[in-house]
């Protein structure tokens, strides 16, 4: 665990709050959780680069790492970003007036200790961001470049562009069917959609997320937060120190007859809001209160008070969730691998050649059906 004192959180939340990159799971408020509740006894290397200023010194970048022996991407002793099992946006935190030169401040520390370590991987990392790029750029310069491994596309939210056109120009006419389970759902009750942020986030609203996202396959799976003391407990505090610090926890809930069946947690960091995790009561599946709540979100966003500092949104999402039909923007991210010297960077690209090779003589599929339909 890592031991901080009350003034080096208070700076780290600082940080996070002029990053170059906004990302809410490199917040203190969701990494300290992480590693009290998720990962107890875990073995991290914190970076903590400062610069001077005035004189005094100022926290310019915050990176969470845990050693590897190495993996098949990098078979040599390196650091790894930390990734929770509920961390879905990686890199580190960093000034966004002092990116460049944090970044070779840590190169030169890894160069200085190549003994230890190789190199740094960095998961779920956004490839075009501006860390990705100062890092490109440092480590071609000093003759050992990164490698980008895996790049997917992430989907994103413009709350500018929110609104019922946006809806009709991303749904065209299954929005007539998710309008008619709306007015099916009102036939059943009344019917309350609510966005919870600035007056703090009630006990009560997190408790019903906790026992509809605990509901369905995730409860039977074991894969939910209420499915361990750990999990729940993580949870709550993670929640609660976002709330504190400024109300950056975010909810919205979908209620009938004053009852929750539909609920998102969501968090703010900088400009931009995360997406978490999601729940919905299966009592109404065949009406799909958990679409039925994103899209009042769509709807109300661009002009809702809770949202009126906040530019985008990051969705969190697989490939193959459903946000990614209603979310039409993307971002790519990807694995950022970077040695740390020379022999380092040939071994990594000798590495990858390997792995290319070993891909293109893989088999490839005849060619000779087309798939004109998929049914779930």
Same mark, same amino acid.
């Given at each position: ?48 680069? #400062? ?10 970048g915050v990176g969470v790492f845990q050693c590897s022996l190495g993996t098949r991407v990098?078979?040599?002793p390196h650091l790894s970003a930390y990734q929770s099992e509920h961390t879905y946006l990686? @890199?580190?935190?960093? *000034? ?72 009709? *120009? ?60 750990? @999990? ?10 976002? *709330? ?69 949104? *990051? ?50 599929? #005849? ?10």
């Amino acid at each position: 665990m890592v031991e901080l004192t009350e003034l080096d959180r208070q700076a780290w939340a600082k940080l996070e709050a002029r990053a170059a990159e906004p990302n809410a799971f490199m917040s203190p408020h969701f990494v300290l959780p992480a590693l009290t509740y998720l990962d107890a006894g875990a073995s991290v290397v914190l970076m903590w680069i #400062e610069r001077s200023a005035g004189g005094l010194k100022e926290l310019a970048g915050v990176g969470v790492f845990q050693c590897s022996l190495g993996t098949r991407v990098f078979p040599w002793p390196h650091l790894s970003a930390y990734q929770s099992e509920h961390t879905y946006l990686g @890199g580190l935190l960093v *000034d966004g007036e002092s990116v460049r030169p944090v970044v070779e401040a840590i190169q030169s520390y890894l160069s200085r200790a190549s003994c230890l370590w190789k190199g740094l991987e960095l998961p779920k990392i956004h490839t075009t961001g501006p860390l990705a790029e100062a890092i490109q750029v440092v480590s071609k310069q000093r003759g050992h470049p990164v490698q980008i491994l895996g790049p997917q596309p992430r989907s994103m939210l413009t709350l500018a562009q929110c609104g019922e056109a946006l809806l009709r *120009d991303t749904l065209g006419k299954k929005l007539n069917e998710i309008n008619r389970c709306m007015r099916r759902l009102e036939d059943l009750g009344e019917v309350q959609w609510e966005c919870l942020r600035k007056e703090g986030i009630p006990t009560a609203s997190i408790d019903a997320f906790l026992d509809l996202e605990h509901q369905g396959w995730k409860g039977e799976s074991g894969t939910s937060l209420r499915s361990t003391t750990a @999990g729940k407990d993580f949870f709550h505090d993670m929640v609660a120190r976002f *709330d504190r610090d400024g109300h950056r926890a975010l909810f919205t809930e979908l209620r009938l007859g004053g009852k929750v069946v539909a609920s998102t947690c969501n968090f703010v960091s900088g400009n931009m809001g995360f997406a978490f995790k999601v729940g919905w009561d299966p009592q109404h599946r065949k009406l799909g209160p958990g679409m039925l709540n994103e899209v009042e979100f769509i709807r109300r966003a661009r002009t809702h008070p809770h949202c009126e500092d906040l530019l985008s949104f *990051d969705s969190g999402a697989s490939a193959d969730s459903f946000i990614n039909r209603l979310w039409p923007d993307s971002r790519s991210l990807g694995m950022l691998v970077m040695p740390s010297g020379r022999l380092a960077s040939l071994a990594l690209t000798a590495t990858k050649r390997l792995r290319d090779s070993r891909q293109s003589r893989q088999p490839k599929p #005849e060619n000779d059906a087309i798939i004109t339909g998929v049914k779930a």
